[in-house]
């Protein structure tokens, strides 16, 4: 997969991942990359919005892959088939409004509207049921508020190296406001009229900043009993040494408080586990599943 950087940094926050998603060769010429298995785009109404999903058919149980902050489906190209090859389930990733092919909302952020987007969006494909969430980075922080918001629906979890409660408590919301990871943007912000959709769309999720999303994460809760695995990254990629204890701290105290949920380190990888190491997320993924049966 070709990444391209459009910052000095892998990440612009740790809920921003500027990233350009493509193939490269080596992945290309993985045989299980290369499955004939048919992925369908659709746009779908939600309220006045539309939101673009895309649907790899399967079983009865249903995948949901969450993307990273500022990123879209397509950090799913590699892993959504493989996933599908490998548990027979039906995997749903999606655009969140305003990113890839969704439509950009004129309402200020919330991230509880969004949730109920894509909630409404599950229900009109029939895949509000029987789910398991699997979030990277900011869609880790998505996936809880979906879990706490729809327990029914949950069957399992799986966290990759995620932005967490945890971690914005131990930092602190103005400190994380203004870190250039966290909080600023990369551009110019006052001619709004000049920035492409994908700027303001950025502008859009990170306005209003971190605290009235705690506000409502707080509140969030995971139902009890069901299997959670937490993938932390291994490798040191933010400035200092404190914020990179803080977010491993974070994901000790995130697996702590939930009952059974399993801690897993991914050596090789820096914040981009699912390019670093994509087995080691089937993985994960598979050991949820069979913690379900």
């Known amino acids: 997969m070709r990444w391209e950087k459009i910052n000095n940094f892998m990440i612009v926050a740790l809920f921003l991942s500027f990233w350009t998603l493509g193939v490269s060769p080596a992945q290309a010429s993985n045989p299980l ?21 895309q649907v790899i058919e399967g079983g009865n149980l249903t995948i949901l892959l969450e993307a990273g902050g500022g990123m879209d489906l397509k950090e799913w190209n ?8 490998k548990t027979g389930a039906t995997i749903v990733s999606y655009d969140r409004a305003g990113f890839g092919k969704s439509d950009l909302p004129e309402t200020p952020h919330d991230m509880r509207e969004e949730v109920e987007w894509l909630w409404q969006g599950l229900q009109k494909l029939d895949l509000n049921k029987n789910l398991i969430l699997v979030g990277h980075s900011f869609g880790g922080w998505m996936i809880r508020l979906i ?21 914005v ?22 001619q709004p009229d000049k920035l492409t959709k994908f700027q303001r769309a950025l502008v859009r999720m990170v306005g209003g900043g971190l605290g009235p999303k705690m506000e409502i994460m707080r509140k969030t809760s995971i139902l009890s009993g069901i299997p959670v695995v937490v993938i932390t990254s291994g490798r040191s990629f ?56």
């Open 33 to 53: 990359f290369n499955l004939e298995i048919e992925a369908v785009e659709t746009l779908v109404q939600v309220g006045k919005y539309r939101l673009n999903f």
């Open 78 to 85: 590699n892993l959504a088939p493989r996933i599908a090859s």
């Open 147 to 167: 879990a706490s918001e729809h327990p029914e629906a949950v069957r399992g979890m799986v966290f990759i190296d995620p932005f967490t409660n945890e971690f």
């Open 169 to 190: 408590d131990l930092l602190g919301v103005e400190y994380l406001d203004n870190h250039p990871m966290t909080g600023k943007l990369p551009f110019d912000t006052s």
């Open 238 to 293: 933010l400035p200092k040494t404190e914020e990179q204890d803080a977010w491993r701290l974070s994901h000790k105290q995130l697996t702590a408080s939930i009952k059974g949920a399993i801690l897993i380190v991914a050596e090789e990888s820096d914040h981009m586990i699912p390019m670093r190491q994509p087995d080691l997320i089937i993985e994960a993924v598979m050991k949820v599943i069979h913690r379900t049966s």
